[in-house]
């Protein structure tokens, strides 16, 4: 009976056992952990000392299993060590148990050595050993002295000097519009192609469809063109030609052929506005609006881009650019407006002769071909030519060729 009532305990203990939880150790086994920084690329002037912030995050979230170490040290770029930064290198620890998330810092001190000179790169080296590292990043020395930079001088002398320290592959940069996917992936392209201009075409939106992702999107190419010697801003560009019609939650207005249709210029230059704001707030200075076609054939696939067949409605609904642009010179500074684009001169509008219109076949592209035409150019206050000025407005906007 007693060895029975032993063999009863024991199988019970041993029952008890095997639902206990495991050994917290697992869990070490399947955790990785990332080391990044703030920023890919910290910008300084000389005799600044720049704090730069490393953190380790884990997979599953939990603290460090084990304690990590990051070596880091300042590499060879084109500024000179000793002249334009003092050389540094070190090792930051994180402790076991320390949270996901943790950050320690270390400085790297510049020096004022007093002469004009172009942008230079101080890149960063971190290594540690069994975990990620995710990028290097890299510390960058403002141009300084240079006339181009000086605000004082006339616009003319700074461009001429501008243009003069520009190469070849520079201004062929400077020259090119990147479509935001060829550099989402990998946004130190916009420095190395040196890019002048990046844009979002439709549907081409962050990961994260938000206010903050474009604006954190936006910056992060806006960095990578101020790494560059010349540190030549980059410009993002979007299509918001109702509405900022990309963005998710963003207002989204009547085409311009309905807009047209209200003849209410107040109306329209309020729409501007609106728009304006919205796409500003996502960081984005440059809308590819409006379209001020005129359309005479509705087969044209894109003639409700615009404001009518009639030359005179299209030029009162220009007023859109006072609400994109602002009225006073200036207003661009401000924080709800963006530089409009008069569209599309090339390809797209009225017909430039009195032939009867194409075949239905081609339908697609047929009876909108150009806005300089004899047509319009009967309207009461003139047609509008690229790169001329508004004809109500008195000032310049970005025109651009058609897309279709």
């Known amino acids: 009976m007693r060895s029975r009532r032993y063999a009863v305990l024991v199988g019970a203990g041993a029952l008890a056992v095997s639902l206990l939880p495991g050994p917290p150790a697992a869990a070490a086994d399947t955790q990785t952990v990332t080391v990044t920084t703030d920023r890919p690329v910290y910008q300084a002037g000389e005799g600044s000392r720049v704090p730069v912030d490393v953190a380790v995050t884990t997979s599953d979230g939990r603290p460090l299993a084990t304690a990590t170490t990051v070596r880091y040290a300042t590499g060879a770029g084109t500024a000179t060590p000793g002249v334009d930064y003092a050389a540094a290198s070190g090792v930051l620890t994180f402790p076991a148990g320390s949270p996901s998330g943790s950050i320690r810092r270390f400085t790297v001190t510049l020096h004022r050595d007093r002469s004009?000179?172009?942008?230079?790169?101080?890149?960063?080296?971190?290594?540690?050993?069994?975990?990620?590292?995710?990028?290097?990043?890299?510390?960058?020395?403002?141009?300084?002295?240079?006339p181009y930079l000086d605000r004082r001088l006339p616009v003319e002398q700074r461009v001429a000097d501008l243009l003069g320290r520009m190469t070849l592959?520079?201004?062929?940069?400077?020259?090119?519009?990147?479509?935001?996917?060829?550099?989402?992936?990998?946004?130190?392209?916009?420095?190395?192609?040196?890019?002048?201009?990046?844009?979002?075409?439709?549907?081409?939106?962050?990961?994260?469809?938000?206010?903050?992702?474009?604006?954190?999107?936006?910056?992060?190419?806006?960095?990578?063109?101020?790494?560059?010697?010349?540190?030549?801003?980059?410009?993002?560009?979007?299509?918001?030609?109702?509405?900022?019609?990309?963005?998710?939650?963003?207002?989204?207005?009547?085409h311009n052929v309905g807009l047209g249709a209200t003849r209410d210029p107040a109306l329209v230059e309020r729409v501007g506005h609106a728009t304006a704001t919205?796409?500003?707030?996502?960081?984005?200075?440059?809308?590819?609006?409006?379209?001020?076609?005129?359309?005479?054939?509705?087969?044209?696939?894109?003639?409700?881009?615009?404001?009518?067949?009639?030359?005179?409605?299209?030029?009162?609904?220009?007023?859109?650019?006072?609400?994109?642009q602002g009225r006073r010179p200036g207003q661009l500074d401000d924080g709800d407006r963006v530089l409009a684009t008069a569209k599309h001169y090339a390809a797209t509008a009225t017909p430039t002769t009195t032939r009867p219109p194409p075949p239905p076949t081609r339908a697609g592209r047929g009876g909108s071909r150009s806005i300089r035409s004899t047509r319009a150019s009967r309207s009461p206050t003139g047609p509008t030519s690229p790169g001329s000025t508004s004809p109500r407005t008195s000032r310049r906007w970005a025109p651009t060729t058609s897309a279709a």
């Not at 080296?125 to 960058?140: C, D, N, R």
């Not at 002048?196 to 806006?222: D, H, K, R």
């Open 169 to 254: 592959p520079e201004k062929i940069g400077q020259m090119t519009q990147a479509e935001r996917a060829a550099v989402a992936d990998d946004p130190t392209a916009v420095a190395r192609w040196q890019l002048g201009s990046v844009l979002s075409g439709g549907g081409s939106t962050p990961a994260s469809n938000t206010p903050a992702a474009w604006v954190e999107m936006v910056n992060g190419f806006q960095a990578q063109a101020l790494s560059t010697r010349l540190q030549i801003p980059m410009i993002y560009g979007i299509d918001a030609v109702h509405g900022h019609g990309n963005v998710y939650g963003a207002t989204i207005f009547p």
């Open 116 to 146: 004009a000179e172009t942008a230079e790169a101080v890149p960063l080296t971190l290594t540690s050993a069994g975990v990620t590292v995710a990028a290097q990043p890299t510390v960058v020395v403002d141009a300084h002295g240079l």
């Open 278 to 324: 919205e796409v500003r707030a996502t960081g984005i200075p440059w809308d590819f609006a409006p379209c001020l076609c005129v359309s005479r054939d509705e087969r044209w696939g894109r003639s409700y881009e615009s404001f009518g067949e009639d030359p005179a409605l299209v030029v009162r609904m220009e007023t859109v650019i006072d609400g994109l």
